[in-house]
Structure formats: C-alpha cells, structure tokens
C-alpha cells in the first residue's frame, strides 16, 4: 500500500504543464493580441482536469476500506 501511494504522489508532482485545449477554443484565442487570455484559458483547463484525479484515487481508497473491514468481520 505504501508503494502506491508513493507512486501516486510521485505522479502527481512529476506532472509536466499541459497545454490543451478545444478546437474552438484555439480558435478564438489565437486571434487575440499577447496571448494572456489563452494562458488563462490553459490554466483554467489544467485545474479542472485536476479535480478527476482526485476524485477517482478517493473514490478507490474508500472501497478498498469498506472491502477490506467487510473481510476482516467475517
């Protein structure tokens, strides 16, 4: 168990930046002057995307528990 936790923490600090983003997205930001508005735009994308990489290890974690103590009562 420790190992996987090791691992997922390593994963999630290693991350390189990721810039993605839609095709209408790309579309309308290239046109604009400076650029700032579509680094707003990839970060806002970034953080959203953060949200089902938490959810889904948490999600794991507590049904390994409820498995593991409904295995230990019997």
Excluded: H, W
Aim: glycine residues 4%.
């Amino acid at each position: 168990m420790k190992k996987i936790v090791f691992l997922f923490l390593f994963l999630m600090v290693s991350v390189a930046d990721t810039y993605a983003q839609c095709a209408m997205c790309r579309a309308v930001l290239e046109t604009e002057d400076g650029g700032v508005k579509a680094e707003a735009v990839n970060d806002g994308i970034v953080y959203l995307m953060i949200f089902p990489y938490l959810l889904v290890p948490t999600a794991l974690y507590f049904s390994y528990r409820v498995y593991k103590s409904k295995k230990v009562a019997k």
